[in-house]
Structures are given as C-alpha cells and as structure tokens.
C-alpha cells in the first residue's frame, strides 16, 4: 500500500499509472481543474480497489495554491510515498512565435509551475527524508526543435531541474524519476499527422513508469527506443540540424 499524491489525476497516463497502483489498495490524493471527471476517477479508483481517493481541485496554472493543496494532502494522507505530476499542455508553436504573453503562459503551464510544485513537494519529501518524486518532462526537451521549441525549452528546463533535485535529495533518501514520454495516444496527440509505429497506448506507458518508480530509475524513456531515437537527434552536428524540419 502507498500514499499517492497525483497533480493532473485525470490526464490519460496519470489514470492509467493510478488504476496500477490502485490494485495495491492504495490512498490518493488527486489534484485535477475538472471536478466531474475528477470525481469520476476517484470513484474508479475506489472501485479498482484503492483504500482512500480524495480529489482536490485546483487549477495548476496558480502557484498561491500550492501550500494549501499540498496541506490539505498531508491531512488526508500524513506522509507522500509517490508524488506524481502529470499535467501540462501542448501549445501551437506558430501561435507562440507571433504571441510573447502566449509563450510564456505555455512555458509556465509545462515548465515553471512544475517546477514550482517540485521544489514545495520536495522540501516536504527532505523533512520525511523518504519518497519518490515522479515527474513527466518529455523527449521534446532533449534538444529545441524548430517543430515545438516554446513546448521543449520548457521541458528541458524541468529535465534540468530534476536532475539538479534528484543529486541534492539522493543525500536525504527521497528519489527524483525524469519521465520522457515519446508520443502517447492521448488527447493531446490527436490530429497530430505522428507515424503510428511511433504512438504508444498509454496502458503500456502506465506499466513502463509504475515499473521504473519502483525500481527508481534516474531517466525514463518512453517507450525505451525513444533513448536510441534521441541519443542519434542530439547526436547531428548544429549545421546539419538546423537544416532539418524536425
């Protein structure tokens, strides 16, 4: 049995890590801005065997609710073993070139609200000197992209971040997983013109990232191709890459 806090609960792969987790009987304590389909996956939740679901809603995008959504978590759960955040958006990139206020509330959105949140769950992590921050960047952050480079600034800023926290909290026993999804059948995908080899589903994403917490893998790619995939796009040299339309 773990004490699961979820930031984003009704995001397609945090439900589906959640239902995993639920089979354990598991306590959540799940943040998401839609109190309907929130409720609804509590009561899933319940149903799939999970001891406790409480949901709490909040719209991420405001960092002043932080330190009452992670108290109130405190007071239904008492200690965090797994927090999870799994929220964000995916912005137009054309959109976001002719728009600054648009760029930066995407960079917030994926970047400086997750990090934000980490370093407020972090710190109560380091008092328990135990726990697992799981956290959902993406292959986008590896190298700025001229396809979504406002989305993968952000995500490698949160990449970045992690893996500052994870060296200062490896110290304190608690453990920091990077996630780096490829591209997942979500509802952030659809009507992208992706290869379908390269879509994964996200119950098989979901069983890659509850495996790689328990294990407390560093980085975690998903699926695992996306390293070699990444490995070779980092790998062109700067006067190549800048003439590809990746």
Request: glycine fraction near 6%.
């Amino acid at each position: 049995m773990k004490k699961i806090l979820i930031v984003g609960a009704t995001s397609i792969i945090a439900n589906a890590c959640a239902r995993l987790w639920a089979s354990d009987r598991s306590e959540f304590f799940l943040v998401a801005r839609g109190e309907q389909k929130l409720q609804q996956t509590c009561a899933d939740l319940r149903a799939r065997g999970a001891r406790v679901a409480v949901p709490y809603i909040m719209d991420a995008s405001d960092t002043a609710l932080y330190p009452d959504m992670l108290k109130q978590c405190l007071e239904t759960l008492h200690t965090v073993d797994i927090c999870l955040m799994a929220y964000g958006t995916l912005p137009d990139q054309s959109a976001c070139e002719q728009d600054v206020e648009l760029t930066m509330a995407e960079f917030a959105n994926n970047g400086s609200t997750v990090i934000a949140l980490l370093t407020l769950v972090a710190n109560q992590m380091a008092a328990q000197r135990s726990g697992t921050l799981a956290v959902i960047s993406s292959v986008a952050g590896d190298r700025g992209r001229p396809s979504n480079y406002v989305y993968g600034s952000a995500k490698a800023a949160v990449s970045s971040f992690c893996e500052g926290l994870r060296a200062r909290l490896f110290k304190l026993g608690v453990h920091v997983v990077t996630i780096k999804p490829g591209f997942v059948d979500t509802p952030m995908t659809q009507g992208l013109a992706l290869p379908a080899f390269l879509v994964a589903q996200p119950e098989a994403v979901a069983r890659r990232i509850v495996a790689g917490i328990e294990r407390k893998v560093a980085v975690l790619y998903v699926p695992r191709f996306w390293s070699w995939i990444m490995f070779l796009i980092r790998a062109l040299p700067q006067p190549l890459f800048k003439r590809l339309n990746l």
